[in-house]
Each structure stands twice: as C-alpha cells, then as structure tokens.
C-alpha cells in the first residue's frame, strides 16, 4: 500500500462502502451530474485543444495571439480554482448551497461561448471569450469535486468521483471532432466565420447543462435537506 496500513479495512467499512457505492450507482442524479460535466467540460477541452487554429482563425496577422490566448485562459483558471473554493467556504458557513457555484460557472460558460462566435467579427473579444472559458473551466474541477464529496461522502468519493472523470474525456474527444468536422467543412478561406456553427452548439450544449444541473438540484438535492 502507498501508505502502511492503508490496505486495511474493518469489516464494518468495507460494509459500508458497499452500501454506499450501491447507493450511488442506483442515484439518478450522479448520472445526471455526470451529464452536466459531459456539457460543459466538453466544450472547454474542446477549446483548449484547437486554440491554435482558432487563434489563426481569429487573428491571422498577429504572431503573439495564441500566447496571450492561452495567457488569459491559465490565469483565469488559476484564479478560479482559489476564488471558488474561497467561495465554497463562504456559502458553506452561512448555509448556503454551493450549486449557485455551479449555475454560475455554467453561465460563464455560455457567456463565454457567445463571445467566441461574436470574436470572428470583433477580434479584440477572444481575449475576454478565452479568460471567461479558463474562468469555467478551473471553477468547475473545484466546484464538481466539493459536490461530489457532499452529496455521496467521503467513504466512495474516489469511486464516484474518479467515474466522473470519463465526462471530460469523452466530451474531449467527441466535441473535438464535432470542431474538426466544421473546420475541415469550411475553413480554408481564411474566413473566421466559419468555425461559428461549433460554438453555437457549444453554446445550447451550456444552456442544456444549466438545465440538467437545475433539475439535479430541484428534483433531487433539495429534497435531501
């Protein structure tokens, strides 16, 4: 074992990890939540990984613009990841639920995706679009996290939240090709406004994660107080 005596377990815990992990394969609402990371870290990994050739796409003529795309995007993160869990320490000594964490990142999100597609036409914004994507992306591994070890404890929560984890590789791979497809469809004019159709579903595929989170929390969350 990594740690001496980590391997060992009382037949009383491995009972109620037992009971735990069946609870939390049965709770529709981890399914639901790992919808919700499918949405929207999808769409961000997405933007992460052709930042390049959105960037040419953007601003052709500058040389520096991927660097300070990609500036923006890992400052924000960064900043995120200490300002949310700040804020989840707040919400939770008042009583608060962090899913407003959540349903704002997710807002950001969106913002963020709308502000890409209005870039092909006003450059200057993909510095704010990319600080808000990297804002989303930073706050949703720290929010997602927290919730996990809320709702289910910490007795499962390397179980669940590991699982969790096929969400952003999957919504990786799959909203990579969906950009791949536009790009290779249309994009060897040099005209920026052809990457728009991507982010326009990226856009609804926030607004469809903003929803799915309200339900987890309206239909299912709440009712656990």
């Known amino acids: 074992?990594?740690?001496?005596?980590?391997?060992?377990?009382?037949?009383?815990?491995?009972?109620?990890?037992?009971?735990?992990?069946?609870?939390?394969?049965?709770?529709?609402?981890?399914?639901?939540?790992?919808?919700?990371?499918?949405?929207?870290?999808?769409?961000?990994?997405?933007?992460?990984?052709?930042?390049g050739s959105l960037s040419t796409l953007i601003q052709p003529t500058s040389p520096t613009v991927q660097t300070k795309i990609l500036s923006y995007y890992a400052a924000s993160s960064t900043t995120a990841r200490i300002l949310v869990g700040l804020a989840v320490d707040f919400l939770t000594s008042r009583k608060i639920s962090r899913i407003w964490i959540l349903y704002a990142l997710l807002l950001t999100g969106a913002v963020a995706q709308l502000l890409i597609v209005v870039s092909t036409s006003a450059p200057s914004l993909v510095f704010c679009a990319s600080a808000l994507c990297g804002l989303a992306y930073g706050g949703l591994f720290t929010t997602c996290p927290t919730l996990t070890l809320t709702i289910w404890g910490d007795a499962v929560f390397g179980t669940a939240y590991g699982s969790f984890?096929?969400?952003?590789?999957?919504?990786?791979?799959?909203?990579?090709?969906?950009?791949?497809?536009?790009?290779?469809?249309?994009?060897?004019?040099?005209?920026?406004?052809?990457?728009?159709?991507?982010?326009?579903?990226?856009?609804?595929?926030?607004i469809a994660a903003l929803g799915v989170s309200g339900v987890v929390y309206w239909g299912y969350w709440r009712r656990r107080k």
């Open 165 to 206: 984890m096929i969400a952003p590789a999957l919504g990786a791979a799959i909203y990579g090709i969906l950009y791949a497809r536009v790009y290779d469809s249309g994009c060897y004019s040099g005209d920026s406004t052809c990457i728009v159709a991507a982010f326009r579903l990226t856009f609804v595929s926030f």
């Open 1 to 51: 074992p990594l740690l001496e005596g980590a391997a060992d377990m009382s037949p009383t815990k491995s009972a109620e990890y037992s009971v735990r992990i069946y609870e939390f394969l049965r709770d529709p609402s981890a399914y639901l939540l790992l919808l919700v990371m499918f949405l929207s870290l999808g769409p961000l990994e997405m933007f992460l990984t052709n930042m």
